[in-house]
């Protein structure tokens, strides 16, 4: 397992992919203490999968209760919902996602990967669910596979028009059981309305008896209550007119106290006013100047930077130059060494042969046929022993050749990874330094407009005390 996580580090780390679109990541998170339940039906190789269903994931997906540990939910309102699944099998599986991207505004991108490492003696459901913010722009969503090959995309677009489609059956049918419970209902209520106009009918004949006896009573009390009434109103008038008299005079008393107290809530106000915008023009003064350090600052400071990686990678590059020259000089070297070795081999080689010879002539005339025979065969031997230390020599060659090709792969493929770290550093800083201004920015724009608020509550406050005095005038 931790060569697999090791593996998939470095496929992580050295793995680029340019685009001509604008793109950035995706943070995505993922949910741990969830198995397959038995309903899943899953395809040979690796199952790519979009869930937007909380009925649907339930469905599909149980939670292992473990004591001590709170599974997370995912929430389908705000997140994205991702699944990796693999069939049954007794192979050490891991699963996972190398990183997650929107290019452009409307795709988002999902690269996936699965390893396999030892056998195991069980059997085992491989599985990862990841969740990642929803984007309210993104129309379709890719999945590709550890050879960045597409193999799955979902189009959210068709995705809303079937569930519309299928809100729009329901409601049809729910309408359609509504109908004949409204029918029924119907039914009911005009056998109701029947039985209630019986019911009504000897009611107002009782209410017609009983109102004519009232209204002899209510026509006695009227004239009472109207002689009372008269009586009343003329007391009323007399109290208005003492009412009138005092409210007249508070209204006077009132309009002067309220103009006084307005007039110096004016004057206090503008002086209030203009200390606040001699404050705020200093602040403003302030902040820009501290802007326009902080800028120069990292300004100077990434070119600093710069200019040392660059020294440094220059460095590193004329040190490998200088590595792949030294292995150029002693592979020439060896070659010249070879080559003399060679010559004066074969050289050896031609002087025993010719001393061979002259052996042969002044010795055939007394060597048998069985002697003779036998010296071919010692001399076959012989060359046999030279062709196997001519085959060692270029083998041991070779290996040499390949072993210093590798140091030098090696040495690249270093240098290489030094020169990624540090652009990576490079767009890490960049990108912290801009957040840090956006954050800047952001500060600044709600301070003007705090500002602006409490100007536009002051300006509110000073026409309602304007239109208080005047309606009090």
């Avoid at 001509?20 to 998170?29: E, G, I, L, S, T």
């Avoid at 009434?229 to 008038?237: A, G, L």
């Avoid at 403003?284 to 600052?297: C, F, V």
């Amino acid at each position: 397992m931790k060569k697999l996580l090791f593996v998939f580090a470095f496929i992580c780390s050295v793995a680029q992919i340019v685009y001509a679109q604008p793109m950035h990541r995706v943070d995505f998170k993922v949910l741990d203490g969830y198995f397959m339940r038995s309903p899943m039906k899953l395809s040979k190789g690796l199952n790519y999968m979009m869930i937007d269903d909380p009925v649907q994931f339930d469905t599909l997906f149980g939670v292992a209760q473990t004591m001590g540990v709170t599974i997370e939910k995912p929430d389908f309102n705000t997140q994205y919902v991702f699944v990796l699944a693999a069939p049954e099998t007794r192979m050490e599986t891991y699963l996972g996602f190398k990183r997650m991207e929107v290019v452009g505004e409307e795709d988002m991108n999902l690269y996936c990967i699965m390893m396999e490492s030892n056998k195991l003696n069980y059997m085992t459901k491989p599985l990862l669910i990841a969740t990642a913010p929803k984007n309210a722009f993104i129309k379709t969503i890719h999945f590709y596979d550890e050879n960045d090959k597409e193999q799955k995309v979902y189009k959210l677009d068709k995705i809303s028009k079937e569930k519309e489609k299928e809100a729009e059956k329901l409601a049809k049918q729910q309408e359609k059981a509504q109908s004949k419970e409204d029918k029924k209902a119907a039914e009911a209520q005009k056998e109701k309305e029947k039985e209630e106009q019986k019911a009504a009918m000897k009611q107002k004949d009782d209410e017609r008896k009983a109102a004519e006896k009232e209204a002899e009573h209510a026509q006695k009390l009227e004239a009472e209550k109207i002689r009372l009434e008269v009586m009343r109103m003329k007391e009323e008038q007399k109290a208005q007119k003492r009412e009138e008299e005092k409210a007249r005079i508070e209204r006077e008393t009132n309009e002067r106290l309220a103009a006084e107290k307005a007039e110096a809530d004016k004057l206090e106000a503008e002086k209030n006013a203009r200390a606040e915008e001699r404050e705020r023009k200093r602040e403003e003064k302030r902040i820009k100047e501290e802007r326009e350090e902080r800028e120069r600052l990292a300004a100077q400071k990434a070119e600093e930077e710069r200019i040392a990686n660059e020294e440094k990678n220059r460095k590193e590059e004329e040190q490998i130059r200088a590595e792949e020259r030294a292995r150029k000089r002693e592979e020439k070297r060896m070659k010249e060494e070879q080559a003399e070795k060679e010559r004066l081999a074969a050289e050896k080689r031609e002087a025993d042969r010719m001393a061979a010879e002259e052996r042969q002539r002044n010795s055939d005339a007394r060597m048998t046929e069985e002697q003779r025979a036998r010296k071919r065969d010692e001399e076959r031997m012989a060359n046999d022993e030279e062709a196997k230390e001519r085959r060692a020599a270029q083998k041991i060659k070779e290996e040499q050749a390949r072993e210093e090709e590798e140091a030098a792969e090696r040495r690249r493929e270093k240098a290489r990874l030094r020169a990624q770290k540090l652009e990576d550093e490079r767009i890490a800083r960049e990108e912290e330094e801009a957040r840090k201004q956006e954050e800047m920015e952001e500060k600044r724009r709600e301070e003007e407009k705090a500002k602006k608020a409490e100007e536009k509550a002051r300006k509110k406050a000073e026409r309602k005390a304007r239109r208080e005095a005047e309606e009090e005038e």
